[in-house]
């Protein structure tokens, strides 16, 4: 059974920095395809960044050039760096990854951007 697991959100006043984490127990993150997502209540969950199972990286044209998405120090990390953060940013952010066709989501971490 694979589980993912956030950390690293928290309120941040607009113009600071965040940076989530995502743990996968039982699998390799380079190994699959993951990614990023938020949602705000009352909206659809939306594509912020993610790896292809080659490694390259997109990006949501909203936050090219302030997030940043990298493996992390174990090859079952995945690291979120958000720069630059603006109140549109408050969402809860979900990890996610796809393993033999299906679609695996940790629990979320809430991300509050605000003054």
């Known amino acids: 059974q694979v589980q993912l697991v956030e950390s690293g959100g928290g309120l941040v006043q607009p113009g600071g920095s965040l940076r989530l984490s995502c743990v996968a127990s039982s699998i390799v993150f380079n190994t699959y395809p993951m990614a990023w997502y938020r949602q705000v209540p009352g909206q659809q969950r939306e594509l912020v960044a993610g790896f292809t199972s080659r490694g390259t990286t997109s990006y949501a044209d909203s936050v090219k050039g302030r997030f940043t998405i990298s493996r992390g120090n174990t090859r079952n990390t995945v690291i979120l760096q958000m720069n630059s953060l603006k109140p549109e940013d408050t969402a809860v952010y979900y990890c996610?990854?796809?393993?033999?066709?299906?679609?695996?989501w940790g629990q979320g971490t809430q991300v509050t951007v605000s003054s």
């Open positions: 996610n990854a796809q393993i033999g066709g299906v679609s695996y």
